[in-house]
């Protein structure tokens, strides 16, 4: 199925068709035993894609050195994790990750010297993994800077599965509203070259809107440079 998917996903340019195939993907197959140590039921499957009715439990060790390499449609970037500001959002992501929740997920959302939004199961920006929880806030004046990997959110502490990677620097005037747990290592020239994909208006109106297929392949973790294993 993932051979298929890669394949489609590298020959098509037609993003609704594409984005169909990618979620009955996720629809088709099931959540990966490895997030079994973070939860400690199954996963809700009545919506088609995972939901989980709490927050994983705290597994990892934020005096450890956690590393993530996102699989794009662009090629790879990878990610210092910082578990010490924000233990809870890494765990989150990495027990997300190793589920393997977030493979052939869409960049549903894109602008260009802004960011590119993805981690939605739906691929409408309206999708998550069934809970949220709270922010983990940065200090100190425009954090935000290029390759600054953070939650998106729809007020506070309303984190689930949703992220963004910043694209350009922000000005002192973006809002430090957005939990920040990492930072891009490798593959700025990945995300240039997925923040200038072509757009058009969302349905909101916005012009973010991917003209051609975007998204998430895998996410692999590691942690003090050896394979994560849960």
């Known amino acids: ?16 068709v594409v984005a169909t195939v990618l979620v009955s993907s996720l629809i088709a197959s099931p959540v990966s035993a490895q997030g079994s140590e973070c939860w400690t039921s199954e996963p809700d499957m009545s ?19 956690y590393t993530a390499t996102i699989v794009t449609t662009a090629g790879n970037m990878v990610f210092e994790l910082d578990a010490k500001a924000a233990p809870t959002t890494v765990n989150s992501f990495v027990c997300l990750a190793t589920a393997d929740y977030y493979d052939f997920t869409l960049f549903h959302r894109i602008i260009v010297n802004f960011m590119i939004q993805g981690g939605d199961p739906t691929g409408t920006g309206t999708g998550g993994p069934g809970y949220q929880f709270n922010d983990e806030l940065p200090e100190g004046a425009s954090p935000y800077t290029r390759g600054t990997l953070a939650m998106a959110n729809s007020g506070a502490n309303t984190n689930g599965s949703q992220f963004f990677i910043v694209h350009a620097d922000q000005s002192d005037q973006f809002p430090s509203n957005y939990t920040i747990y990492g930072h891009l290592t490798e593959g700025e020239e990945v995300l240039d070259a997925l923040a200038n994909t072509p757009v058009g208006p969302s349905a909101r109106g916005e012009m973010s809107a991917p003209q051609r297929t975007t998204g998430v392949l895998d996410i692999t973790i590691q942690v003090d440079g050896e394979p994560y294993q849960p």
């Open 47 to 65: 919506r088609g894609y995972p939901q989980w009715s709490e927050a994983p439990q705290q597994v990892i060790d934020p005096s450890k050195t």
């Open 1 to 16: 199925m993932k051979q298929f998917v890669v394949k489609h996903v590298r020959a098509s340019a037609a993003l609704m």
